[in-house]
């Protein structure tokens, strides 16, 4: 068995943007590379941004268990709770299919699914949706608003989106970050950063009021066409949600290794 580019570049844009984004956070926070697992937390109140990784291609399932059980062990020291990535392409075949009861095993209970998707889509028109218009996030107050939508379309309580994003220099300057407003409300909102010389997007999200209208996909092709325009990359990349993974290849992006959300069981 050969582990894809794909996948490989994936799991890369996971650890390169959240080492940007959990620094941004806590100059202090745990950013470790350590053998087989890529850690990644800020042990902020925003779970999204407490991330933990594995990162060895062909892991058979013993290495398996023993970084699952290894990575248990940092997620129980923390504070706060967060998410190992699992990125299923990148362990063993064999592995695959105990990967579920493995992880629980370790003590691991599985939260949500998820799709690494890439392509060589860039440039695309700008968007456009009649019910819409865009703003780039430069203000506490558009970050704010970023936030709740965050917390709204995910289930997190409203303080904890704002704990994760207000404050931050590197989302008001660093990010592309749009929200997408029906008149002067906030429906929906994506983010582009550049990471290794790819369009990372990341972030995106819809009230659920207004969901199945075209919004996210509107922001989503806001976000990349500022960020290929300012930036010249041609490449995207992003991790897809179940709710999204049908919106993206309508953009350009094609799946690749498909992704397990696990959180701490108990």
Sequence with gaps: MTVSPESVESVEQL??????????????????????IAVRWADSRFAFLNCLTLTEPEADAELVERRLGEAVEIM?????????????????????ATLRTTAERAGLRYAFPGTGMAGDLLPIPGPAHPDLTFARVRTDEQLRAYADLQSRAYGFPLEEGRAGLI?????????????????????????????????FTAFVATDPRWQRRGYGEAVTRKALYE????????????????????????????PNSPMHFYGLDG
């Design 15 to 36: 650890t390169t943007v959240w080492r940007a984004l959990v620094l941004d956070r806590d100059p202090d926070a745990d950013v470790r590379d350590l053998p087989g």
């Design 76 to 96: 129980r020291a923390k504070k706060h709770p967060g998410f190992l990535w699992l990125f299923e392409d990148l362990v063993h075949e064999e592995a695959r």
């Design 167 to 199: 404050g931050s220099p590197l989302w008001k300057n660093g990010l592309y970050a749009y929200l997408a407003l029906r008149g002067d409300e906030p429906v929906a909102c994506a983010a582009t950063v550049e990471a290794r010389g790819r369009l």
């Design 227 to 254: 960020g290929a325009r300012a930036t010249g990359l041609t490449r995207a990349t992003l991790h897809a949600t179940e709710a999204g993974a049908p919106v993206y290849p309508r953009i350009g992006f094609k």
